[in-house]
């Protein structure tokens, strides 16, 4: 794999289900992030990790929890979906925090709850 | 509060010169970027600013003013390719990113 994978692509979920929407990066960084991007508005940040083993939460962080224990992988877990939470999911990495450094995306999982 | 303002839809032609402003209020400062994002797709890396003044990139220059916390996106001969969105994104004095809403750009023949 190269850059940022996401899984699923997609996924049509009831209300009250537990959801895990993965997330792996094969470039090393050492910070990576959960958005979430609906129409409107631009992107909000849910989860975001500065290096392994750590975690924080963003602005909209109520209903969804991360975990990194290792530095490729940064799943989100959603643990009672609620139709609220339906929006396309955005996972991404960046080298450091400051400097020239951007943040690269994944192909995004769009998620809709019943 | 956190605010960054852009435009919500902008019309050009093909050939032609496009300017994307966007301002912002946040609580500290550490660079502005500069993405876009196909329809249905990821956003892409375009620009960064850090210190006032404009940044060349072929077609694309994106423009800072700290002061005024103001900077645009500047597209030149523009292509059918660069239909878009274009989001502006501002780093704060936690360096987290603080997103625009994103102004989509409709290109014409």
């Known amino acids: 794999i190269a850059g940022i994978t996401q899984a699923p692509t997609s996924q049509i979920l009831a209300a009250g289900r537990r959801m895990t929407l993965r997330c792996t990066q094969d470039m090393r960084h050492n910070a990576m992030y959960w958005y979430r991007q609906d129409l409107g508005l631009g992107l909000r940040l849910i989860h975001y990790?500065?290096?392994?083993?750590?975690?924080g939460k963003g602005e909209v962080p109520d209903g969804y929890s991360v975990s990194r224990a290792n530095t490729d992988d940064f799943p989100l877990t959603l643990a009672s979906a609620v139709p609220s939470q339906t929006s396309v999911y955005f996972c991404a990495s960046s080298d450091a925090l400051a400097g020239y450094n951007e943040q690269f995306f994944g192909p995004g999982t769009r998620l809709t709850v019943l | 509060g956190q605010n960054i303002d852009q435009p919500t839809e902008m019309t050009a032609t093909e050939g032609a010169i496009v300017q994307i402003n966007c301002t912002y209020q946040t609580s500290g400062f550490n660079g502005l970027f500069w993405y876009q994002q196909h329809a249905g797709e990821a956003p892409t890396f375009l620009s960064y600013?850090?210190l006032d003044g404009l940044e060349e990139k072929g077609r694309f220059s994106s423009f800072l003013s700290r002061s005024k916390g103001y900077s645009y996106l500047l597209l030149k001969e523009l292509q059918m390719k660069d239909s878009a969105s274009y989001l502006c994104a501002v780093r704060d004095s936690n360096y987290q990113l603080i997103w625009g809403a994103g102004t989509k750009l409709i290109i014409k023949p």
């Open positions: 990790s500065n290096t392994a083993g750590t975690t």
């Open positions: 600013n850090v």
